[in-house]
């Protein structure tokens, strides 16, 4: 199983690719796609073009983003939502079910903690995909999420046989 965590943002989208080979997971690639412009329409088409370029490119086969969470700014909130929305419709394009994770359920299935900061998710991303150079938060966040699918669907997986 391949599988693509996306951690949505307007000016920076981060994505993380990782294999799952029952309980391994291998790093394969993470990066950023940049919202560039001025018209929040450009910036949307640019996150669009560069998440399906992504996924071309990778090919996976399962896919997951972070739930938005609301914050004090109701303007900032709607528009991270829409970029949310082109995070949910790349894979979604291509025949991908997309999971969707609270990141404090992220959070806590990587590194333990519901509220841990993003230089511990960086460190446990690092730790369980060893190889994996992150130095961006985002594409960190991302491949956190990836790997929190990952332990999701492999749990539900036991569930279900049992």
């Keep these: ?22 309980p391994r997971l291998r790093h394969v690639a993470h990066g950023n796609c940049a ?20 996924i071309d490119l990778h090919g996976p ?3 997951a983003v972070e739930a938005t969470f609301v914050n004090k700014d109701g303007a900032g909130t709607l528009k991270l939502g829409q970029a949310r929305g082109i995070a949910m419709l790349a894979p979604a394009r291509v025949g991908l079910k997309v999971g969707e994770y609270a990141p404090n359920a ?6 333990g903690v519901g509220h841990a900061d993003k230089g511990q998710v960086m460190h446990m991303v690092r730790m369980q995909l060893p190889g994996a150079n992150v130095t961006s938060p985002d594409a960190a966040d991302a491949l956190a999420i990836a790997i929190c699918h990952a332990i999701h669907l492999q749990s539900r997986a036991r569930t279900s046989a049992a």
């Design 106 to 111: 992220v959070k806590k299935t990587v590194v």
């Design 61 to 63: 086969t399962e896919a």
């Design 1 to 22: 199983m391949r599988v693509l965590g996306i951690d949505p943002g307007l000016r920076t989208l981060g994505w993380g690719v990782i294999d799952v080979d029952g």
């Design 35 to 54: 919202g560039t412009g001025k018209l929040l329409s450009d910036r949307l088409l640019a996150l669009f073009d560069g998440l399906t370029e992504v």
